[in-house]
C-alpha cells in the first residue's frame, strides 16, 4: 500500500512538471506572435500595405519561395525517392552533404554560394559564359533560397519514402510496374502527407530566407529585396510599418502550416494494415 | 508448365495443376514463393511457360515485374488510395474486363468502387485474387489465401477459393500452414521443412503412408514413440517410451514413430476381446464438440488425440479425469522414421 501512494505522489509532482514545461513552451513561443498583433494597429496594417515597397517585397517574397518550392519538388522528390531506395558505398557521405545546409549559418551559406557561382567563383566562369547572372537577381534569391530550404523537404520526403510498406510496391512490382510506375502510382500517393510536411517545411523556410540572400543575391527593392530583408531595412527608420509586415508573414506562415495540416489530417493511409 | 529448381527443391506444376506446399512457420514457404516471383534472390533455375526466369548458370535473372506471376500476398498488399476496381485494372486490365472478374468473384460495382480499408476480410481476399488473376499470369501464387480471415468465415472462403483456382489455367502454388487447407487447395501437396520438400504427393497419400513422423504430425495424425521389433505372424509390436506396446502391419527395426489418425482410435470402457486390437488404457484431459464430432485429449503413457462422434462421447459420459480404453486396428498404424 504505502509504495502505491508514494508512487501516487511521485507521479503527481511529475505531472506538474510536465504541466509546466508546457506552459512555459507555450508562452514563450506564443508571447512574441501574440506582441507583434497586439502592437500593429489595424489602420497601421492597411497602411503598410498600401506602402509599395512592402507590397513589392511580399509579392517577391511569394514568387521567388514558390518557384524555389517547385525546383525543390522536382527535383528533390526523385532525390529523395533515390536515397531511399538505394544503397551504395558513399551513401552516407551524400546524405550528410544534403543535411549540411540545415546546419551551416545562412552567412555562411551565403559566402558559400558566392564562391560557387560568384563572378570569381569556382563556377562563375561557366554561368558567365552561358549569359546567366546570379548574384544580384531574383535568380539568385531562388538560389539561395533552394540551398538553404530543400534539405528540409529531401530528409523528410527520404523517411517518408523509406517508411513505405515495402509490400505495396512488390505487389506493384508483380503487377507488371517498373519503377516509374510504382514510384507515381503507388509511392507518390502514399507517401503525400509526409511530401506536404516536407514541402511545407522547405517553403517556411525560403519564405524566412535573410542571411544567405543578403550575402549573395543583395537588397535591391523589387529585384531581390524579399520581405524579410524590407523587414530589415524599415526597423531601422519605421518600426511601425516594420512590425506591419512581420504580422503579415507571420499570418501567410500560419495560414500554408493550417492548409498543410487540414490536407494531411484527412484518409490516413497509413492505418490499411490493420 | 512450371519448372522450379532451388537448393533442396525441385517442382513441377503443368497448367491447370495446383500444387499446395505446407509445413511449419519458418520452413521457408513464402521465401520460395517470393524466390519464384523474383522478388527475393535466388539460384537456381526456374522456368515457366518456356521462359527462363531464373538461370545462375547463364546468369540470367528476369526483373519481378516481367516475370508474368500473379501474386496474392498474405495480408493482400492492396493499394489502399486506390478503389477496388482500380486495384484490379493496376496490372493493366481494361475497365469492363477488371468488372467482369470482380462480378466473378462476387464483388458489385458499388462495393469495386470502395477502397480497401472500408471492405471485410472477404471482399479483401476476393479483390486481391481478382486483381493477380486480371493480368493473366503465367503462374499463380497464394501466400497463405485464407489467414487473414476470421476462423467462421474461413471453411466457406476455403471452398470458394477451390473452385475459383479450378477454372484457372496456369500452374498455380498455393502456400499455408494448415495441412487440411492444403489438402483442400492443393490436387498435390508438398512438405517443406527448414527450406527443403521432404515429401510430396496426394494429401490422402501423405496422411496414409507419411515419410516421416514429422510429415504425420503435420498431417494432423497422433504420433507416439517408441522401439520396434518383429513379433508373431509377420506383425511388429512398439514398446511405447513411458509403458504400454502397440501392433502394426508395417515393418520396422528400433526407435521409430509410431503414426495413427484420430479418425481410426475408438474409444470404450473396457479393453476389447481379440489380441491383435491395439488398446491403451487413458485418462481423459480434455473434451472440444465441434459440431457433431468430439475432439478427445488423452493421456496414455504418451498424449493422443481420438475423434469420436458427439453422441458416442456423450454415451461413454466422458469427462476429464475419467478413464478409457483407446482402440485401433494394427493396419492404421504406421511406423515412420522420427
Redesign the interface.
Known amino acids: 500500500m504505502t509504495s502505491i501512494a508514494a508512487q501516487r505522489v511521485h507521479s503527481g509532482w511529475f505531472t506538474a512538471l510536465l504541466a509546466a514545461a508546457l506552459a512555459l513552451t507555450l508562452l514563450f513561443l506564443g508571447l512574441p506572435v501574440i506582441a507583434l498583433f497586439v502592437n500593429v494597429s489595424p489602420a497601421d496594417l492597411i497602411s503598410s500595405l498600401g506602402d509599395s515597397s512592402s507590397v513589392d517585397a511580399l509579392r517577391l517574397s511569394l514568387e521567388t519561395s514558390a518557384i524555389a518550392l517547385a525546383l525543390i519538388l522536382l527535383v528533390g522528390t526523385p532525390a529523395a525517392w533515390t536515397l531511399a531506395t538505394r544503397d551504395f558505398r558513399l551513401k552516407p557521405l551524400l546524405v550528410t552533404l544534403v543535411e549540411l545546409p540545415l546546419v551551416l549559418p545562412p552567412a555562411a551559406a551565403g559566402i558559400a554560394l558566392l564562391a560557387a557561382l560568384g563572378p570569381h567563383g569556382i563556377a562563375g566562369g561557366l554561368l558567365d559564359d552561358a549569359g546567366i547572372t546570379l548574384v544580384l537577381t531574383t535568380a539568385g534569391v531562388v538560389v539561395a533560397m533552394v540551398f538553404v530550404a530543400s534539405p528540409f523537404y529531401i530528409r523528410q520526403a527520404q523517411a517518408s519514402f523509406e517508411a513505405l510498406d515495402p509490400r505495396m510496391l512488390e505487389a506493384a512490382q508483380t503487377l507488371g510496374a517498373p519503377e516509374a510506375r510504382r514510384f507515381v502510382r503507388v509511392a507518390l500517393p502514399l507517401a503525400r502527407n509526409g511530401l506536404l510536411a516536407g514541402a511545407a517545411l522547405a517553403w517556411g523556410r525560403a519564405l524566412g530566407e535573410f542571411g544567405a540572400t543578403l550575402m549573395f543575391a543583395g537588397s535591391l527593392r523589387g529585384v531581390t529585396q524579399t520581405a524579410p530583408l524590407a523587414l530589415y531595412e524599415r526597423f531601422a527608420t519605421d518600426f511601425p510599418a516594420a512590425l506591419a509586415l512581420a504580422a503579415v508573414l507571420v499570418a501567410v506562415s500560419a495560414a500554408v502550416l493550417i492548409a498543410v495540416k487540414l490536407m494531411t489530417r484527412q484518409e490516413p493511409h497509413a492505418a490499411s494494415r490493420a | 508448365m512450371l519448372r522450379v529448381e532451388l537448393e533442396g527443391i525441385a517442382l513441377q506444376v503443368g497448367r491447370g495443376s495446383r500444387l499446395a506446399i505446407t509445413g511449419p512457420s519458418g520452413a521457408g514457404k513464402t521465401t520460395l514463393l517470393r524466390r519464384i516471383?523474383?522478388?527475393a534472390q535466388a539460384s537456381g533455375r526456374i522456368e515457366c511457360g518456356g521462359e527462363v526466369w531464373l538461370d545462375s548458370v547463364a546468369r540470367t535473372d528476369v526483373?519481378?515485374?516481367?516475370r508474368?506471376?500473379?501474386?496474392l500476398?498474405q495480408?493482400y498488399?492492396?493499394?489502399?488510395?486506390l478503389s477496388a476496381l482500380a486495384n484490379v485494372e493496376?496490372?493493366?486490365a481494361s475497365r469492363p474486363a477488371a468488372q467482369a472478374l470482380l462480378d466473378r468473384l462476387g464483388i458489385d460495382p458499388a462495393t469495386a468502387a470502395r477502397k480497401?480499408?472500408t471492405l471485410s476480410g472477404g471482399e479483401r481476399q476476393r479483390v486481391a485474387l481478382a486483381?493477380?488473376l486480371a493480368?493473366d499470369p503465367a503462374v499463380l501464387l497464394l501466400d497463405e489465401p485464407l489467414s487473414a480471415l476470421d476462423p467462421r468465415t474461413r471453411a466457406r472462403a476455403a471452398r470458394e477459393l477451390h473452385a475459383t483456382l479450378a477454372a484457372v489455367d496456369a500452374p498455380t502454388i498455393v502456400v499455408t500452414h494448415d495441412f487440411e487447407e492444403a489438402a483442400t487447395l492443393g490436387d498435390e501437396v508438398a512438405i517443406l521443412d527448414a527450406g527443403r520438400i521432404v515429401q510430396q504427393g496426394r494429401a490422402s497419400q501423405l496422411a496414409a503412408e507419411p515419410a516421416s513422423a514429422f510429415v504425420a504430425d503435420l498431417t494432423g495424425a497422433v504420433v507416439m514413440t517408441g522401439r520396434a521389433r518383429a513379433a508373431a505372424d509377420g506383425l511388429t509390436v512398439v514398446l511405447l517410451d513411458g509403458g504400454g506396446h502397440v501392433l502394426s502391419t508395417d515393418e520396422a527395426d528400433g526407435v521409430v514413430g509410431v503414426s495413427v489418425h484420430p479418425w481410426d482410435i475408438a474409444l470404450a470402457d473396457s479393453p476389447p476381446e481379440g489380441s491383435t486390437v491395439n488398446h491403451l488404457e487413458a485418462r481423459v484431459d480434455s473434451i472440444t464438440t465441434i459440431g457433431n464430432r468430439a475432439r478427445i485429449g488423452l493421456h496414455a503413457s504418451q498424449p493422443l488425440t481420438a475423434e469420436i462422434t458427439a453422441a458416442s462421447a456423450l454415451r461413454l459420459r466422458l469427462e476429464p479425469g475419467a478413464t478409457v480404453v483407446a482402440t485401433w486396428k494394427a493396419t492404421a498404424t504406421r511406423l515412420v522414421p522420427l
Not at chain 2, 526483373?63 to 516481367?66: D, N, S
Not at chain 2, 508474368?68 to 501474386?71: D, E, I, K, L, W
Not at chain 2, 498488399?77 to 488510395?81: D, I, M
Open positions: 516471383a523474383g522478388l526483373a519481378a515485374e516481367r508474368r506471376t500473379g501474386f500476398f495480408d498488399a492492396l493499394f489502399p488510395h493496376f496490372g493493366g480497401p480499408p486483381r493477380a493480368r
